[in-house]
């Protein structure tokens, strides 16, 4: 199996889908999403967005199914290209895929000893080999802090410095290595993950995409329109929940004369949906899962 969709009954559910309307899977990955979604919709368009090569692979036989290999940050101009805006939903599953997570020769997991890459998109230049031999130390800090969220991450920073001078740290394995040097006793783990998240966050600029996509996503809705989003840290559900509470990233509620609140949004989940315990012993990658939906006013 490529990837086991998360949260899949109740992302569907929320996106509370019009018979022949035009729909957006901004990460199709193993295509479980998209699939659902086709299955509940009678005539209309189903845009699907993945950046790596080999989810295109898994597209599905179906000719209501456009499928696009490139970033959700460009979402307005696709769905322009495609002649398919505005459009009556749109959902986006921000976590990495399973297949990607299980090769080792992609460098995001902690599991594998391979190659320091963490591309989503294999046509990108810089890998996480690159970050890691060349951010000067106090970038490197700044990533790991705020990214990673790592208390002691100039610390981290200075560790890393030090090695790539006697040999450069070319592989998971030689990284993780660093890193237990500095982590905490019995946390060793969590600390690694922590590490391998802001990489790959600053090699494939999530951050800045998903600002991007939550903005082109609501100009692109139709009115009662819903945009259905599942994060994986908080990093990335901070922003989602912020731009679906007031229409900017900082989580300011401007409010007009009248006491209307300005953003172009309105929340219909006032506490994030999580997955059921269920799911979790299913699929323990989906522990952390928050889904967050709205509606365009």
């Known amino acids: 199996m490529y990837h086991k969709s998360?949260?899949?009954?109740?992302?569907?559910?929320?996106?509370?889908?019009?018979?022949?309307?035009?729909?957006?899977?901004?990460?199709?990955?193993?295509?479980?999403?998209?699939?659902?979604?086709?299955?509940?919709?009678?005539?209309?368009?189903l845009v699907a967005f993945d950046q790596d090569e080999e989810a295109i692979l898994n597209r599905i036989d179906d000719p209501r199914?456009?499928?696009?290999?490139?970033?959700?940050?460009?979402?307005?101009?696709?769905?322009?290209?495609?002649?398919?805006?505005?459009?009556?939903?749109?959902?986006?599953?921000?976590?990495i895929s399973s297949h990607q997570i299980d090769q080792p020769d992609r460098g995001f997991s902690t599991r594998f000893d391979g190659v320091l890459d963490m591309r989503m998109d294999r046509k990108k230049k810089q890998t996480a080999k690159d970050i890691v031999?060349?951010?000067?130390?106090?970038?490197?800090?700044?990533?790991?802090?705020?990214?990673?969220?790592?208390?002691?991450?100039?610390?981290?920073?200075?560790?890393?410095v030090e090695a790539r001078k006697i040999k450069p740290v070319e592989t998971t394995g030689a990284l993780k290595e660093i890193a237990n040097t500095c982590a905490e006793r019995g946390k060793e783990f969590k600390y690694q993950a922590q590490i391998f998240q802001a990489l790959r966050?600053?090699?494939?600029?999530?951050?800045?995409?998903?600002?991007?996509?939550?903005?082109?996503?609501?100009?692109?809705?139709?009115?009662?329109?819903?945009?259905?989003?599942?994060?994986?840290?908080?990093?990335?559900?901070?922003?989602?929940?912020?731009?679906f509470r007031s229409g900017n990233?900082?989580?300011?509620?401007?409010?007009?004369?009248?006491g209307n609140v300005l953003a172009p949004l309105k929340v219909i989940t006032r506490r994030a949906i999580v997955p059921a315990d269920r799911e979790i012993?299913?699929?323990?990658?989906?522990?952390?899962?928050?889904?967050?939906?709205?509606?365009k006013f």
């Open 249 to 258: 990233f900082e989580g300011t509620v401007e409010k007009d004369f009248y």
């Open 201 to 243: 966050i600053e090699v494939n600029e999530e951050m800045d995409a998903l600002r991007e996509f939550l903005k082109q996503a609501a100009q692109a809705l139709k009115p009662q329109g819903r945009l259905v989003v599942i994060a994986y840290h908080s990093l990335e559900d901070k922003l989602v929940k912020n731009y």
């Open 6 to 45: 998360v949260l899949l009954e109740e992302s569907i559910a929320a996106l509370a889908i019009r018979p022949g309307g035009i729909y957006v899977d901004a990460t199709y990955g193993g295509g479980g999403h998209a699939r659902a979604i086709l299955d509940q919709m009678q005539g209309g368009k």
């Open 133 to 160: 031999n060349h951010y000067s130390e106090e970038n490197l800090g700044n990533l790991f802090f705020s990214y990673g969220e790592i208390r002691n991450a100039r610390k981290l920073a200075s560790r890393i």
């Open 65 to 95: 199914l456009v499928m696009v290999n490139n970033n959700f940050r460009f979402l307005r101009n696709f769905l322009k290209l495609h002649h398919a805006s505005p459009v009556d939903g749109i959902l986006a599953d921000l976590g």
């Open 281 to 295: 012993e299913d699929n323990s990658r989906s522990r952390s899962a928050k889904l967050r939906v709205a509606e």
